[in-house]
């Protein structure tokens, strides 16, 4: 079995700075990609940044130059690294994992989601 847990979440005033931290425990033997995902009430939930293998990375347009995603492959982590918030970013965001596991059969794992709210 394989576990996200997710940490970082928090209140914020727009132009602020969180950073949210995905780990990944339990009968891995690949990562395959990472990601986060959110979900803002009455919408559907959207995928935010991915990153692969090799560390290619993908962003919506609407996080671009504020957003990073990086990766620590020793610590099977995930990060988000969240500058300059704006209100349109609250959200529950999610962690997202495809993973090979110790039987080399690869499925997709969700975090349980932790909560962003840019407020002032």
């Known amino acids: 079995q394989v576990q996200l847990v997710e940490s970082g979440g928090g209140l914020v005033q727009p132009g602020g700075s969180l950073k949210l931290s995905c780990a990944a425990s339990?009968?891995?033997?690949?990562?395959?990609?990472m990601g986060w995902y959110r979900q803002a009430p009455g919408k559907q939930r959207e995928l935010v940044a991915t990153?692969?293998?090799?560390?290619?990375?993908n962003y919506v347009d609407s996080v671009k130059g504020r957003f990073t995603i990086s990766r620590d492959n020793v610590k099977n982590t995930v990060y988000l690294q969240m500058n300059n918030l704006k209100p349109e970013d609250t959200a529950v965001y999610y962690c997202?994992?495809?993973?090979?596991?110790?039987?080399?059969?690869?499925?997709?794992?969700w975090g349980q989601g932790t909560q962003v709210t840019v407020s002032s």
């Open positions: 339990g009968s891995i033997f690949k990562i395959n990609s």
């Open positions: 997202n994992a495809d993973i090979t596991n110790s039987a080399y059969r690869s499925f997709n794992f």
């Open positions: 990153i692969i293998n090799g560390g290619s990375t």
